[in-house]
């Protein structure tokens, strides 16, 4: 990880010039470009092969950036007050003066925002003059990057500039809320659903909706490696990739442990980075042992259940 001021010099630069360019965060690696560019943000759309129905996540170093875009509430302010910066997005209302590009919301009045945690990307936003719009650098559908080789494995030279800030320490996406009338998660991610809970006004029981796609990852395939995926599995074919969610004392050469002891968070942080390990060896199927449906196990099971179909 090269963490010094010649590769955000870099980065700001190519930002400038409404290239995109890959950027470290705390949950996965994003493709960013400058939210206020038209241009910029197209060439997300265009990367990604991303339907343009899908709108983006906005990245902010601070509160009083964001303000120049969105309302905020009660409710905003408690979360962020407790999660940020972090692994947690808002859906806010959109300021009628915002320069927000219409490509990022896909010309509707609210507005995916977070504030990333990872040190070197908060680096480069703070030396900015506009936040930057930044969902994971992936091809659409496709498996999410926790590191800067991902990046390049899905673009090869079609992105000038990755911004390497090592391994993604959450390795799944961030949570996204709703605060559009009554609280709702949208995404399950990087924080529990529990945990928002006890933040908000009254305790409110946070409703997890999923119909329309207003927010991102929430269509109906997605984080997938492109390998048919079989969910609750006792026993796997003798050629089929197993992910189990802790370690055995058995060790096989098709065996993929996502953690030493049950540990979801642990197992959550190191989905993705298996799901790539397992296509790069070239298995044809994947098998997955139940995962436990409580805490961040409700996370990899959205992601699972997506990639299955």
Do not use: W
Request: contains cysteine.
């Amino acid at each position: 990880m090269k963490n010094n001021l010649s590769n955000i010099k870099k980065a700001t630069k190519y930002l400038n010039n409404d290239q995109c360019i890959g950027i470290p965060t705390e949950t996965v690696y994003g493709l960013a470009a400058n939210a206020y560019s038209d241009k910029a943000t197209l060439k997300i759309y265009k990367l990604k092969k991303r339907p343009k129905k899908n709108p983006l996540i906005v990245h902010y170093y601070s509160l009083n950036d964001l303000k120049k875009d969105c309302f905020i509430d009660f409710n905003f302010l408690k979360l962020y007050k407790k999660f940020c910066p972090g692994p947690i997005s808002f859906i806010l209302k959109l300021k009628p003066n915002s320069c927000i590009s219409s490509n990022v919301t896909n010309k509707k009045k609210t507005l995916a925002v977070r504030f990333p945690r990872h040190k070197l990307t908060r680096n480069l936003l703070k030396v900015l003059k506009y936040p930057l719009a930044a969902p994971s650098a992936n091809l659409s559908k496709q498996i999410s990057p926790v590191s800067k080789n991902d990046v390049i494995d899905e673009f090869g030279k079609k992105i000038k500039f990755v911004l390497d800030g090592g391994q993604s320490k959450v390795g799944v996406e961030s949570t996204i809320v709703s605060l559009i009338g009554k609280p709702k998660i949208l995404r399950l991610g990087g924080i529990e659903r529990k945990s928002i809970e006890k933040f908000l006004i009254n305790k409110n029981k946070v409703k997890f909706k999923k119909k329309k796609i207003v927010a991102p990852g929430q269509g109906k395939i997605h984080y997938s490696p492109g390998i048919p995926i079989r969910l609750n599995i006792k026993h796997p074919k003798s050629k089929e990739a197993f992910i189990l969610i802790k370690e055995r004392k058995v060790y096989k050469k098709n065996f993929f442990y996502l953690s030493k002891k049950k540990n979801l968070k642990e197992a959550a942080k190191n989905l993705y980075k298996t799901l790539r390990i397992i296509k790069k060896n070239k298995f044809k199927s994947i098998a997955v042992e139940k995962i436990p449906n409580i805490g961040f196990g409700e996370t990899i099971n959205d992601r699972l259940i997506r990639a299955s179909k």
